[in-house]
């Protein structure tokens, strides 16, 4: 089963995130054979991080949890919330198998979150710009609830693009980065 974790920030928690640093990536590298992308999100000035995302391939809903709240930057303190919806993976690929690379081209993270029918349950026409895509859904799987996308754009509204944004309650996009030991 694929889930989307997005840990938010609580604010002024940089120096807590950055002390924990290595201790995030030896937990994420338990999960590396099942990590599909991950990420940290920034503010609007490149700099600041707000967040972490996590698309992994986990047994079932129990492991996903465990994997989302036992993350040490959860139990310090860093993230203010998590956002943990089943989620399927459209593209069939992880970010390592994008074929424009980790570093050429801004990259976004794009949230659209659903009022109450399904809304880009297929791939868009233009995937070739597509890190990760697919629908967050409910607990059970069966439930639409928005839909998230991993985008290479020049801008935040060329990437806010790559979804319908009259089928939605609202559309997020955040800065985004290949994350990961370097």
């Known amino acids: 089963m694929e889930f989307f974790c997005y840990h938010r920030d609580r604010a002024d928690s940089g120096a807590l995130r950055d002390k924990l640093l290595e201790e995030h990536w030896s937990y994420m590298d338990r999960y ?4 599909i992308a991950r990420g940290p999100t920034f503010a ?6 707000t967040g ?4 992994v391939d986990l047994p079932d809903p129990a492991a996903a949890r465990a994997f989302a709240f036992d993350e040490p930057n959860y139990q310090a303190g860093v993230y203010r919330d998590v956002l943990l919806r089943r989620w399927r993976n459209l593209l069939g690929r992880t970010m390592w198998d994008f074929p424009g690379g980790r570093t050429d ?3 976004y993270l794009v949230l659209g979150l659903g009022p109450e029918q399904a809304a880009d349950v297929a791939v868009p ?3 070739d710009e597509l890190i990760a895509f697919g629908p967050l859904l409910s607990d059970d799987g ?4 928005g839909t998230a996308a991993l985008v290479r754009a020049p801008d935040p ?3 806010r693009s790559v979804l319908s944004p009259s089928r939605y309650a609202d559309i997020e996009v955040h800065d985004w980065e290949f994350g990961g030991r370097r």
């Not at 590396?32 to 990590?35: D, V």
């Not at 609007?44 to 991080?49: H, K, M, Y």
């Not at 069966?142 to 609830?145: A, P």
């Open 105 to 107: 081209g801004n990259r």
């Open 32 to 35: 590396a054979k099942e990590i």
């Open 52 to 55: 972490s995302v996590h698309i």
């Open 44 to 49: 609007a000035d490149g700099e600041t991080p």
């Open 142 to 145: 069966t439930t639409w609830l």
């Open 157 to 159: 509204d060329t990437a």
């Open 125 to 127: 026409p233009h995937q």
